[in-house]
């Protein structure tokens, strides 16, 4: 899009609208990783040096159990150590309120892959948080300049739980970050800043300035959530519950069990005006927005 003041990529026209975040995390109440470290194109799992046909496959097998893949990788890896992969690391992820889980595995060649149980009965269970960062060039520039520098300021200070990751959604809220095992999806989220995200959630707090929801939760969840946050002031992680969520003409009704008693939050929405969503998009779209319309304990 050219404008007066020229071309802007996605992320820093999202800034300049303020675009909300509450309420823009996809769906994803488990979830596999893999480790692929090649290159990846626009697609992780079917343009890098995993065979297309076992990537195809892998991400057939896994949405067919209602499980989210995820490629990733270790940051500032050097060309030749990019080719030479031989085996494959993978971790399968249980987001879901109250089973919150990662189990961690290897498998030695691409069939394995293919074999893999998604039952959560594979791997070995760990306590260790995973710190995924979107860096997914080919997916969207935004991801890369503003998500390398948020995956290098992390695995500085934690090499062993920080990742690079392939697209999670929401190319003009980069950077984007997700942390596991509770799948809290972050945008906006400045290098110097993420340190002290993943500080809080060490604390089993959430930073609601950049938080967008948790990933198991349904969008108007993730948004009465927030809401609910915003007028209590409670940022633990497992502050609130969903109990209940109906919609009505105008809008949603959603009941939340919170330690001082239930809270029901009306949720509205509103549609934007017509943008840009990510930097390759050439047709502005409006794009559906929640509003808080009222949080009262009940």
């Known amino acids: 899009m050219t404008t007066a003041a020229g071309w802007l990529p996605c992320s820093d026209r999202a800034r300049e609208r303020d675009d909300p975040l509450a309420g823009t995390a996809g769906l994803g109440e488990r979830w596999l990783l893999v480790e692929i470290e090649s290159g990846w194109g626009r697609h992780a799992f079917f343009d890098s040096a995993l065979d297309p046909a076992v990537g195809a496959a892998l991400v057939t097998r896994a949405e067919a159990a209602g499980i989210r893949p995820l490629a990733i990788r270790r940051t500032g890896l050097r060309a030749e150590d990019r080719r030479g992969q031989r085996s494959w690391r993978w971790a399968l992820v249980d987001a879901r309120p109250g089973r ?3 189990r961690w595995g290897r498998a ?14 594979a791997g070995v269970p760990s306590d260790r948080p995973v710190y995924a960062v979107c860096a997914h060039a080919r997916h969207d520039q935004c991801c ?16 062993d739980e920080t990742w690079e990751c392939s697209h999670l959604g929401g190319d003009r809220f980069a950077a984007t970050m997700i942390v596991f095992p509770h799948g809290l999806l972050y945008g906006r989220v400045p290098a110097a800043e993420a340190g002290h995200v993943v500080a809080r959630y060490a604390e089993g707090r959430v930073d609601p300035r950049y938080l967008r929801g948790r990933t198991a939760l349904s969008t108007v969840a993730q948004a009465a959530e927030a809401f609910a946050r915003d007028h209590s002031g409670d940022d633990a992680i497992e502050a609130f519950r ?3 969520e109906h919609a009505h003409p105008h809008g949603w009704t959603v009941r939340l069990a919170h330690a001082g008693g239930a809270v029901e939050v009306e949720v509205g929405e509103r549609l934007s005006e017509p943008l840009l969503s990510t930097c390759a998009a050439t047709v502005a779209h409006r794009v559906r927005e929640f509003v808080p319309v009222s949080v009262r304990r009940v």
């Open 100 to 102: 919150a889980a990662i």
């Open 108 to 121: 030695d060649t691409e069939e394995e892959l293919l074999a893999l149980p998604l039952d959560g009965s």
């Open 242 to 244: 969903v109990l209940e």
């Open 144 to 159: 890369a300049v503003r998500g390398r520098p948020v995956v290098q300021a992390l695995a500085a200070a934690h090499p």
